[in-house]
């Protein structure tokens, strides 16, 4: 029987990017290199490790985000009347060309015995050319549009197969996927590792009738390979009992390692910062403006906090523009004032640049010496702010990820602040609290204290979802905003009226205003999201020949990404093409046109983040949402909920009912969160179950709370207890 002709590793990744993210990525290109100019190559181990894949049981339990039927194959003419819809067909390359109007871009043709189908690459490669010579068996799946020419397909996923070529038997599986990692990677490792790991059940058959869940091995191996007549809804949405399944186990390791890290937390010390002395009092005369009532009460709470022996965990929130950052400075001004160091720590250069110039500026004059320390700063700078903050010269210190970099040592850290929490892996804050642990000993022994620490976020966190996640946490929140915002409108508009959008902006543009554009979201590729915010930069450059028209993304250096933020606020800069560097840390008042490509591929806090670049100065602000439908039923809750409200704390709750809370404990960064398939929302009666049967648990069966955790959590329980 003939069979499907194998693809090279490079056209594999090729036509996975596609099946994903609907532009291929670039194919490897075989060159002779000499031993001198060879770099060392990543291995694949350490590309599994970045999505947190290092034992047999992580890629088991590296569950499908979603599945493509590849099981059957449609006529053209029969897939002419599903139009908007996907299918897969199958047919015989009959034109192969590269067109230059209107654009640069690969059209191929294929027929079967019924009609054809035009298949258009908009970023191709050369390759790709002979790959789909005339004559060629193409098997390709996406969704097919009636197009000027007929029916088309826009970077349609495709395999180069010989006549007869089986298809599969289940439903093919898509993975959360990373950089140098394809789909047919994953599903060969995953495959091997179901063959390995030992699949005996943690509960028992009695414990699994009470509770009403299935059988591990049989949910895991269902999910990994569902039959073609499984329930595709329910698997979609998690609602099928091998997901309940699942859902159950995570939450039931999440309770267990949560109730032991309560008792790990409390028995550390902390210094006591009782004093708000003259550092705090002059810093609040010297304000230009008085705090909000509700600054003043969560103020309160970690002044209180801070006063006693054991470490603050709090979490402080508010929306976009509350004011979050002079209750932080006003923090560390109690721990300056009782002897202590303080450091706050920002996930992106930008934010953290922000931090530093407003806080320094109220402060210095005071006579707090202020440390800068990030990763771009030149060998002898760094050198320098390293050598104040061990010797303790340096009160306040203020950086990115450089921060938790060996060879930062504080002479005397009280008081450690995150903000963005969510945007930094649960190993990162670990690493910053370390820093200032300390041994002590006293009549009772040795022990040890750690600093207090704050965690910001103008991603409001719903209080259940808080209290679950950490039994322990006091949440404050800042629910005012100061007077003076500018009011957003938000209007969602089809991909197809991209062209009156340019228009929009080339008018506000003229106006005087600045604008925004940001490039969609490609979760499976870091690489593809580049090359698409680089193909957007290039098309409004030649679309809008009259503006400066900058880039800015996260592969830039951080002096030419500063470089170009600074042209931006001069104003020397009118349209920003921008990746979601600048969700947050950025803040040009004239700026009052946001464009957000492909909307419905982002988070409800994402766009809110986003959206909150403008409304910053006096000018009337709009925020345009494109999306390419058709929408599924939670892309078109997402945006609903955005042209709707501009609370954050509405749009929170959204959040939390439309997405579940995975990103929330902040692990994402490291491959590890810790809640992936359960929607504390949704799945409430499963919290409460598991919250019961772990309680039991650890008075009655230890061995099964060990069995349990090694299975889900590995070496990451530790990540709970920062």
């Given at each position: 029987?003939?069979?499907?002709?194998?693809?090279?590793?490079?056209?594999?990744?090729?036509?996975?990017?596609?099946?994903?993210?609907?532009?291929?990525?670039?194919?490897?290109?075989?060159?002779?290199?000499?031993?001198?100019?060879?770099?060392?190559?990543?291995?694949?181990?350490?590309?599994?490790?970045?999505?947190?894949?290092?034992?047999?049981?992580?890629?088991?339990?590296?569950?499908?985000?979603?599945?493509?039927?590849?099981?059957?194959?449609?006529?053209?003419?029969?897939?002419?009347?599903?139009?908007?819809?996907?299918?897969?067909?199958?047919?015989?390359?009959?034109?192969?060309?590269?067109?230059?109007?209107?654009?640069?871009?690969?059209?191929?043709?294929?027929?079967?015995?019924?009609?054809?189908?035009?298949?258009?690459?908009?970023?191709?490669?050369?390759?790709?050319?002979?790959?789909?010579?005339?004559?060629?068996?193409?098997?390709?799946?996406?969704?097919?549009?009636?197009?000027?020419?007929?029916?088309?397909?826009?970077?349609?996923?495709?395999?180069?197969?010989?006549?007869?070529?089986?298809?599969?038997?289940?439903?093919?599986?898509?993975?959360?996927?990373?950089?140098?990692?394809?789909?047919?990677?994953?599903?060969?490792?995953?495959?091997?590792?179901?063959?390995?790991?030992?699949?005996?059940?943690?509960?028992?058959?009695?414990?699994?009738?009470?509770?009403?869940?299935?059988?591990?091995?049989?949910?895991?191996?269902?999910?990994?390979?569902?039959?073609?007549?499984?329930?595709?809804?329910?698997?979609?949405?998690?609602?099928?009992?091998?997901?309940?399944?699942?859902?159950?186990?995570?939450?039931?390791?999440?309770?267990?390692?949560?109730?032991?890290?309560?008792?790990?937390?409390?028995?550390?010390?902390?210094?006591?910062?009782?004093?708000?002395?003259?550092?705090?009092?002059?810093?609040?005369?010297?304000?230009?403006?008085?705090?909000?009532?509700?600054?003043?009460?969560?103020?309160?709470?970690?002044?209180?906090?801070?006063?006693?022996?054991?470490?603050?965990?709090?979490?402080?929130?508010?929306?976009?523009?509350?004011?979050?950052?002079?209750?932080?400075?006003?923090?560390?001004?109690?721990?300056?004032?009782?002897?202590?160091q303080a450091a706050l720590m920002a996930p992106t250069e930008i934010l953290a640049d922000q931090h530093f110039r407003k806080i320094a500026g109220w402060m210095e004059p005071l006579g707090v010496k202020v440390a800068w320390l990030t990763g771009s700063l030149k060998k002898k700078e760094k050198d320098r702010a390293k050598a104040i903050i061990e010797s303790g010269e340096a009160q306040?210190?203020?950086?990115?990820?450089?921060?938790?970099?060996?060879?930062?040592?504080?002479?005397?850290?009280?008081?450690?602040?995150?903000?963005?929490?969510?945007?930094?892996?649960?190993?990162?804050?670990?690493?910053?609290?370390?820093?200032?642990?300390?041994?002590?000993?006293?009549?009772?022994?040795?022990?040890?204290?750690?600093?207090?620490?704050?965690?910001?976020?103008?991603?409001?966190?719903?209080?259940?979802?808080?209290?679950?996640?950490?039994?322990?946490?006091?949440?404050?929140?800042?629910?005012?905003?100061?007077?003076?915002?500018?009011?957003?409108?938000?209007?969602?508009?089809?991909?197809?009226?991209?062209?009156?959008?340019?228009?929009?902006?080339?008018?506000?543009?003229?106006?005087?205003?600045?604008?925004?554009?940001?490039?969609?979201?490609?979760?499976?590729?870091?690489?593809?999201?580049?090359?698409?915010?680089?193909?957007?930069?290039?098309?409004?450059?030649?679309?809008?020949?009259?503006?400066?028209?900058?880039?800015?993304?996260?592969?830039?250096?951080?002096?030419?990404?500063?470089?170009?933020?600074?042209?931006?606020?001069?104003?020397?800069?009118?349209?920003?093409?921008?990746?979601?560097?600048?969700?947050?840390?950025?803040?040009?008042?004239?700026?009052?046109?946001?464009?957000?490509?492909?909307?419905?591929?982002?988070?409800?806090?994402?766009?809110?983040q986003l959206r909150g670049r403008v409304g910053r100065g006096s000018n009337a602000s709009v925020c345009l949402l494109l999306y390419q439908g058709p929408l599924g039923g939670t892309a078109k809750q997402r945006l609903m909920t955005m042209r709707e409200t501009t609370d954050g704390f509405e749009i929170a709750r959204k959040d939390l009912e439309i997405r579940g809370p995975g990103e929330?404990?902040?692990?994402?960064?490291?491959?590890?969160?810790?809640?992936?398939?359960?929607?504390?929302?949704?799945?409430?009666?499963?919290?409460?179950?598991?919250?019961?049967?772990?309680?039991?648990?650890?008075?009655?069966?230890?061995?099964?709370?060990?069995?349990?955790?090694?299975?889900?959590?590995?070496?990451?329980?530790?990540?709970?207890?920062?």
């Amino acid at each position: 029987m003939p069979v499907a002709t194998p693809l090279k590793p490079a056209e594999a990744d090729a036509i996975d990017a596609t099946n994903i993210a609907g532009a291929p990525a670039k194919p490897a290109r075989p060159k002779k290199a000499s031993k001198k100019d060879a770099k060392p190559a990543v291995r694949l181990e350490d590309k599994f490790a970045r999505l947190g894949l290092r034992r047999d049981m992580d890629f088991v339990l590296h569950l499908p985000m979603r599945y493509e039927d590849e099981t059957q194959v449609t006529s053209m003419r029969d897939a002419g009347f599903r139009g908007g819809s996907m299918v897969q067909v199958e047919g015989v390359v009959t034109e192969c060309d590269i067109q230059y109007r209107p654009r640069r871009q690969l059209v191929v043709t294929i027929a079967d015995d019924t009609s054809q189908v035009v298949m258009r690459f908009l970023n191709f490669y050369g390759n790709q050319t002979k790959q789909m010579a005339v004559g060629t068996r193409v098997r390709a799946r996406g969704e097919l549009r009636h197009g000027f020419f007929g029916a088309e397909m826009v970077h349609p996923g495709y395999k180069i197969v010989n006549e007869g070529a089986p298809l599969p038997t289940s439903l093919t599986p898509v993975y959360p996927a990373g950089d140098g990692v394809s789909q047919v990677m994953l599903r060969k490792a995953i495959a091997s590792a179901l063959n390995k790991v030992n699949w005996q059940d943690t509960l028992s058959p009695a414990l699994l009738a009470t509770l009403g869940l299935e059988n591990f091995e049989a949910s895991i191996r269902l999910l990994h390979n569902p039959p073609p007549d499984a329930d595709e809804h329910a698997l979609m949405e998690k609602e099928h009992p091998a997901w309940q399944r699942m859902k159950f186990d995570e939450l039931l390791a999440q309770q267990l390692s949560l109730k032991r890290a309560q008792a790990s937390r409390r028995a550390k010390g902390a210094a006591a910062l009782p004093l708000v002395g003259e550092l705090s009092n002059a810093f609040l005369l010297t304000l230009p403006f008085a705090l909000t009532g509700a600054q003043e009460k969560v103020l309160n709470e970690i002044r209180k906090d801070l006063k006693q022996a054991f470490p603050m965990q709090r979490l402080l929130q508010g929306d976009v523009g509350s004011g979050k950052t002079v209750v932080a400075a006003l923090a560390a001004a109690q721990a300056i004032d009782s002897g202590f160091q303080a450091a706050l720590m920002a996930p992106t250069e930008i934010l953290a640049d922000q931090h530093f110039r407003k806080i320094a500026g109220w402060m210095e004059p005071l006579g707090v010496k202020v440390a800068w320390l990030t990763g771009s700063l030149k060998k002898k700078e760094k050198d320098r702010a390293k050598a104040i903050i061990e010797s303790g010269e340096a009160q306040l210190v203020i950086g990115t990820h450089a921060l938790i970099q060996d060879g930062v040592e504080f002479s005397k850290l009280g008081l450690v602040i995150v903000d963005e929490q969510h945007r930094f892996g649960v190993g990162q804050r670990l690493t910053l609290r370390n820093k200032g642990e300390q041994s002590t000993s006293d009549a009772t022994g040795t022990g040890s204290k750690v600093p207090h620490q704050l965690m910001m976020s103008a991603t409001p966190i719903p209080r259940t979802l808080a209290m679950t996640y950490y039994a322990d946490l006091e949440v404050s929140v800042i629910d005012e905003l100061p007077p003076g915002r500018t009011p957003i409108v938000t209007r969602v508009v089809d991909q197809n009226r991209r062209d009156e959008v340019i228009e929009r902006v080339h008018a506000a543009a003229q106006d005087g205003k600045q604008i925004y554009w940001v490039c969609p979201l490609i979760e499976e590729s870091e690489a593809l999201q580049l090359q698409t915010a680089t193909d957007t930069h290039a098309m409004l450059s030649l679309e809008l020949p009259d503006l400066k028209v900058g880039l800015v993304h996260g592969r830039l250096k951080p002096a030419e990404k500063q470089a170009v933020m600074d042209a931006f606020t001069r104003n020397e800069i009118q349209v920003l093409v921008a990746t979601t560097v600048i969700e947050v840390g950025v803040d040009v008042p004239n700026a009052s046109l946001m464009v957000i490509e492909h909307a419905e591929r982002f988070g409800l806090s994402q766009l809110h983040q986003l959206r909150g670049r403008v409304g910053r100065g006096s000018n009337a602000s709009v925020c345009l949402l494109l999306y390419q439908g058709p929408l599924g039923g939670t892309a078109k809750q997402r945006l609903m909920t955005m042209r709707e409200t501009t609370d954050g704390f509405e749009i929170a709750r959204k959040d939390l009912e439309i997405r579940g809370p995975g990103e929330f404990l902040g692990a994402r960064q490291s491959g590890e969160a810790m809640l992936r398939f359960a929607n504390l929302e949704t799945d409430q009666w499963l919290v409460d179950k598991a919250r019961e049967l772990a309680a039991q648990l650890l008075q009655n069966d230890l061995p099964t709370v060990e069995a349990h955790l090694g299975r889900w959590l590995g070496f990451r329980e530790e990540f709970l207890r920062v």
